[in-house]
């Protein structure tokens, strides 16, 4: 078939009331799907089922023999627990922070910490502002929504950047360091949620070491989607944490990650990496939130996955679970979508999204066209800074939760949602061209 806006209104028409039939049959079938959010599925979560027999009777004590039942030790984590995830954050295990299940819950205080007590390198407390000015973040859009959530709870001023396949544009992101005001950006450096970009070795040089007016300027790096690959390739990206270092800017940069789609996804670990100046601060104020984290659920993880190459392993696996999801839904999508010009998908080889733009000015429309077939999807504009899509045409598609006949299900749906809302929109352009100026007078 012809690209849709090429066609003529007859040709529109008789498309519309195909994939009005299509839909309705869809429709009819009273489908409960739900693909809005990115956690593993039961068969993923199977391949961790021994952790909860870990770290078994009478093993709990650590290498250096202490009992990780007690109150004890480095409140930064076990050594050999740091040294586990030191290669997944591009750290030392020196740098290194082991917390307890969430890694968004780290990122949550380290905000706090910053606007309460300021941060190293930094003159006042975050809160102050800049001269009267509230602080603001820069945010990759479409991004995560949960990393706006927690600006928009703190009113941290958002200013939206765009992404270009390697990472954020690095002019914009330039010219916005230049406000003393900028105070932090969020990144996900590698297979970006929803839009799986892997930031390139020259974009993570450029943000580490780039001038920002403000001093105390920070990197919130989650690399939330390190190990998570979808192909046989396992891309590698750049330490943040060594480029900040070479660029006189060590402080910088603030590296979170997570075992939440790794083991079990509510009983993992958080993990942060940072400077020396940066460990240290963390450090002094959740000394006065929490006595420590659970280091049982540290040795246990330790116990399951033993070093770096025991993670990637365990990922290989997750990869033979997820990467047939995704292939799924971009078959379906190039079967019913492609070369119609009216969609576009990104092809991830990683991570655990979709990123898909429809029409502009469809994709609320979309997102309304599939709930009403039955298929959850996050709300269209969530991916962006106050839940707004200036061109309200992206949605994020979440393939790994559904089981894979569900999610075959799900795309055809979500497909018909697309042609039902382009057919809809070009017919609605097409009498208004139609339309004599003395009537529209």
């Known amino acids: 078939m012809s690209a849709l806006p090429t066609l003529d209104r007859e040709a529109l028409v008789a498309l519309r009331r195909q994939t009005e039939a299509q839909y309705d049959a869809f429709r009819s079938r009273g489908l409960r799907l739900d693909l809005t959010r990115g956690k593993p599925s039961a068969e993923q979560l ?69 606007l309460l007590h300021g941060v190293p390198g930094g003159e006042t407390p975050w809160r102050n ?55 932090g950006m969020w990144c996900v450096p590698k297979y970006s949620n929803p839009t799986g970009d892997i930031y390139s070795a020259a974009t993570i040089a450029r943000l580490a070491g780039m001038p920002a007016a403000a001093p105390d300027f920070r990197l919130f790096w989650d690399n939330a989607y390190g190990v998570h690959h979808l192909t046989e390739t396992r891309h590698e990206i ?50 006065r939130r929490s006595i420590g984290p659970d280091k049982l659920n540290q040795l246990r993880h330790v116990k399951l996955l033993q070093d770096f190459a025991g993670i990637e392993a365990l990922m290989d696996r997750h990869r033979r679970v997820l990467a047939p999801k995704f292939r799924i839904v971009d078959e379906t999508f190039e079967r019913m979508l492609g070369g119609l010009g009216i969609a576009s998908w990104s092809k991830p080889a990683g991570g655990y999204f979709i990123s898909l733009d429809v029409e502009v000015g469809s994709a609320r429309r979309v997102f309304e066209l599939a ?38 299900r799900a795309a055809e749906g979500v497909a018909l949602a697309v042609l039902m809302a382009a057919t809809e929109a070009l017919l609605r352009a097409n009498d208004a061209d139609a339309t004599p100026a003395a009537e529209v007078a």
């Open 46 to 114: 199977d391949l961790s089922n021994a952790l909860l027999d870990l770290p078994g009777w009478g093993n709990h004590r650590a290498a250096d023999g202490s009992d990780c039942r007690n109150y004890f030790g480095d409140p930064a984590g076990l050594p050999e627990a740091r040294a586990l995830f030191a290669p997944l954050l591009g750290a030392s295990p020196d740098q290194v922070i082991i917390g307890d299940n969430s890694s968004l819950a780290m990122m949550h205080d380290a905000l706090v910490y910053a």
């Open 129 to 183: 502002g800049n001269k009267g000015q509230p602080i603001a973040f820069l945010c990759p859009a479409p991004g995560y929504d949960r990393h706006f959530a927690l600006c928009e709870g703190f009113g941290i001023r958002m200013i939206p950047v765009a992404l270009t396949g390697k990472g954020p544009d690095l002019a914009a992101v330039e010219r916005h360091l230049a406000d003393p005001s900028v105070k």
């Open 238 to 287: 750049a330490s943040v944490l060594e480029a900040g270092a070479r660029a006189g800017n060590p402080d910088r940069p603030l590296v979170f990650g997570s075992t939440s789609k790794i083991t079990l996804a509510g009983a993992g670990l958080a993990v942060m990496a940072a400077s020396p100046a940066n460990h240290a601060w963390f450090l002094s104020h959740a000394g």
């Open 371 to 408: 709930a009403a077939a039955g298929i959850a999807l996050v709300p269209a504009g969530r991916t962006f800074p106050y839940g707004k899509d200036p061109r309200d045409a992206n949605l994020r598609i979440a393939p790994c939760f559904p089981a894979i006949g569900e999610v075959a």
